[in-house]
Antibody, heavy 128, light 110 residues
Framework: QVQLQQSGPGLVKPSQTLSLTCAISGDSVSSNSASWNWIRQSPSRGLEWLGRTYYRSKWYNDYAVSVKSRITINPETPKNHFSLQLNSVTPEDTAVYYC??????????????????WGQGALVTVSS | QSVLTQPPSASGTPGQRVTISCSGSNSYIGNNYLHWYQQLPGTAPKVLIYGNNQRPSGVPDRFSGSRSGTSASLAISGLRSEDEADYYCAAWDDSLSGWVFGGGTKLTVL
């Protein structure tokens, strides 16, 4: 059974960098059939996908347009975890942040993914 | 404002059947599978339906999904008090190269 354990500070000052880590057990960050995502949730923005990293013979990243200039998601294979860095935060980045794994599956000749496992969530507040 | 549109609220009495809709444009719903997530209070979302109408193991068959063109629906039959939660649809958006979520529907069991 895959489990995701998040860690990181709950309070970040404006203009600084938000950093979170998601430790994976029961799967490998280098899996060829999973992607590793960061998603956040706030009352004003609802659920918002931030980006993902995944390995398909080499490493790939996709990022949401809304945060593309400020975000980095990195896999860390020796520790089997992945991280989120969001730069130049403002109070609008205050949210509950989740890591999530998405499972790739194929049916009827088409392939897709869905978010199968989620971390416990962590409230990150941006405030001075 | 979410790119997938859901009604903000829905309600029903125990035993009833309720449906929650999700609509969007061709770039994400029309071309890609749609998934549904249930979020109980204070917990992370959990997949309820994937691939438009597939239930993961462990999800009761009271939950079903359907899709017609650029719209999709989640149906819950035999409504129970424990179904009171927020429900979200999600799909991959080819034009944004990213995942998009609906705004969520809060289901109240009266």
């Amino acid at each position: 059974q895959v489990q995701l354990q998040q860690s990181g500070p709950g309070l970040v000052k404006p203009s600084q960098t938000l950093s979170l880590t998601c430790a994976i057990s029961g799967d490998s960050v280098s899996s060829n059939s999973a992607s590793w995502n960061w998603i956040r949730q706030s009352p004003s923005r609802g659920l918002e996908w931030l980006g993902r990293t995944y390995y398909r013979s080499k490493w790939y990243n996709d990022y949401a347009v809304s945060v593309k200039s400020r975000i980095t998601i990195n896999p860390e294979t020796p520790k089997n975890h992945f991280s989120l860095q969001l730069n130049s935060v403002t109070p609008e980045d205050t949210a509950v942040y989740y890591c999530a794994s998405s499972l790739r599956y194929c049916t009827g000749g088409r392939c897709s993914e869905f978010f199968q496992h989620w971390g416990q969530g962590a409230l990150v507040t941006v405030s001075s | 404002q979410s790119v997938l549109t859901q009604p903000p609220s829905a309600s029903g009495t125990p035993g009833q059947r309720v449906t929650i809709s999700c609509s969007g444009s061709n770039s994400y719903i029309g071309n890609n599978y749609l998934h549904w997530y249930q979020q109980l209070p204070g917990t992370a979302p959990k997949v309820l339906i994937y691939g438009n109408n597939q239930r993961p193991s462990g999800v009761p068959d009271r939950f079903s999904g359907s899709r017609s063109g650029t719209s999709a629906s989640l149906a819950i039959s035999g409504l129970r008090s424990e179904d009171e939660a927020d429900y979200y649809c999600a799909a991959w958006d080819d034009s944004l190269s990213g995942w998009v979520f609906g705004g969520g529907t809060k289901l109240t069991v009266l």
